[in-house]
T-cell receptor, first 113, second 116 residues
């Protein structure tokens, strides 16, 4: 059974601070790792993907991957109230566009103004 | 592009009734995914298609669920008979390995199903 675990939160972070979201996965065969953002009542939206160990930066977002520890994280710098949402971690055995994704249940992030 | 289109957006039905959910993927996308989201189980993959052919249906919970993709621009997810535990938000997503962002699955707005 492939599992992706996330702390459900809520995680409360002051505006302007760094928000750190974490995820672990059980399937060592996973090759691709994704972070989706989901606003309440809306559909998930991809914000980052990462394949290789290490860090990947895109604007205020940094994804970190450690395959040996089966651990993925997302850092959000200079957090804004508009970042308040549920963040879903997802993994795939291959490329995320051509394989179904296994999602965690998400971490609810609240950015306090 | 209009994005992934799903209908209906909301569906309320009674236990035992047949329910059909519809999805139109983004034009040119050759992968289509059906997911279900509940508070208890999160977002789960039900089935996905490539070029209209089902590739993996291991997530379909029971024989009451069936999915079809008769052509590249239309897919259905049918539940017959429906049960209260089927109440969830059902998302359709599509993707294309030919796009620049090859690993992106684009999600539709979802269908909120309530079975009474």
């Amino acid at each position: 059974q492939k599992e992706v675990e996330q702390n459900s939160g809520p995680l409360s972070v002051p505006e302007g601070a760094i928000a750190s979201l974490n995820c672990t996965y059980s399937d060592r065969g996973s090759q691709s790792f994704f972070w989706y953002r989901q606003y309440s009542g809306k559909s998930p939206e991809l914000i980052m993907f990462i394949y290789s160990n290490g860090d990947k930066e895109d604007g205020r977002f940094t994804a970190q991957l450690n395959k040996a520890s089966q651990y993925v994280s997302l850092l959000i710098r200079d957090s804004q109230p508009s970042d308040s949402a549920t963040y879903l971690c997802a993994v795939s055995p291959g490329g995320g566009g051509a394989d179904g994704l296994t999602f965690g249940k998400g971490t609810h992030l609240i950015i306090q103004p | 592009d209009a994005g992934v289109i799903q209908s209906p957006r909301h569906e309320v039905t009674e236990m035992g009734q047949e329910v059909t959910l519809r999805c139109k993927p983004i034009s040119g996308h050759d992968y289509l995914f059906w997911y279900r989201q509940t508070m208890m189980r999160g977002l789960e993959l039900l089935i996905y298609f490539n070029n209209n052919v089902p590739i993996d249906d291991s997530g379909m919970p029971e024989d009451r669920f069936s999915a079809k993709m008769p052509n590249a621009s239309f897919s259905t997810l049918k539940i017959q008979p429906s049960e209260p535990r089927d109440s969830a938000v059902y998302f359709c997503a599509s993707s294309s390995p030919l796009e620049v962002r090859t690993d992106t699955q684009y999600f539709g707005p979802g269908t909120r199903l309530t079975v009474l």
